[in-house]
């Protein structure tokens, strides 16, 4: 079964940091593109940034509101995503969801599998 | 950068009836839109790719359509598992950006 379960969420205060991580199973880990979508209360969905299998070299963008502050990584030995958020703000308060990134190459765009979500909680 | 639209903000229908969903992007995505549910509590589940395709285990009931800028999801018959919030979403290039709409929550009427 192809399976995505996310982790690390929390409360953290403002200027902290967070490490999410996200345990893929049941698919070739190493060759997909994933990302990770985030969702604050009562609304919509945002995209956060995504990773490229490192055999399409491995390089990762990020939406303008997390950039330099979030950084996506990959350990493919421990099939393994992760999020490492720093100098966290209130409005980053959301779901964390992490996805598989579809398509036909080069155009993966669709996210197929999507992990069940952390919570992270930005407060003082 | 490319901006999705959808409407309407919020659909009220009966099972039973059909659900037309509209979705506009501000400029051409060619076919390259996805479509998403998202019940209450739960992770969204990919629906359509590339406009027109059902995922894997989606109903027949559930059709995309559209390129270009205007593109519909459809639900023929609703059944009552398909009251849910519906998104659309495309990827842009430059800059590089994954963009979802607003969303249609279909509700009961």
């Known amino acids: 079964e192809v399976q995505l379960v996310e982790s690390g969420g929390g409360l953290v205060k403002p200027g902290g940091s967070l490490r999410l991580s996200c345990a893929a199973s049941g698919f070739t880990f190493s060759n997909a593109w994933m990302s990770w979508v985030r969702q604050a209360p009562g609304k919509g969905l945002e995209w956060v940034g995504r990773i490229k299998s490192k055999t399409d070299g491995g390089t990762t963008d990020y939406a303008a509101p997390v950039k330099g502050r979030f950084t996506i990584s990959r350990d493919d030995s421990k099939n393994t995503l992760y999020l490492q958020m720093n100098s966290l703000k209130t409005e980053d308060t959301a779901v964390y969801y992490c996805?598989?990134?579809?398509?036909?190459?080069?155009?993966?765009?669709?996210?197929?599998?999507w992990g069940k979500g952390t919570t992270v909680t930005v407060s003082s | 950068e490319i901006v999705l639209t959808q409407s309407p903000a919020t659909l009220s229908l009966s099972p039973g009836e059909r659900a037309t969903l509209s979705c506009r992007a501000s400029?051409?995505?060619?076919?390259?839109l996805a479509w998403y549910q998202q019940k209450p509590g739960q992770a969204p589940r990919l629906l359509i790719y590339?406009?027109?395709n059902r995922a894997t285990g989606i109903p027949a009931r559930f059709s995309g359509s559209g390129s270009g800028t205007d593109f519909t999801l459809t639900i023929s018959s609703l059944e009552p598992e398909d009251f849910a919030v519906y998104y659309c979403q495309q990827r842009s290039n430059w800059p590089l950006k994954f963009t979802f709409g607003p969303g249609t929550k279909v509700d009961i009427k």
């Open positions: 400029q051409s995505v060619s076919s390259y």
């Open positions: 590339d406009a027109s």
């Open positions: 996805t598989t990134v579809d398509g036909l190459p080069p155009y993966y765009y669709y996210m197929d599998v």
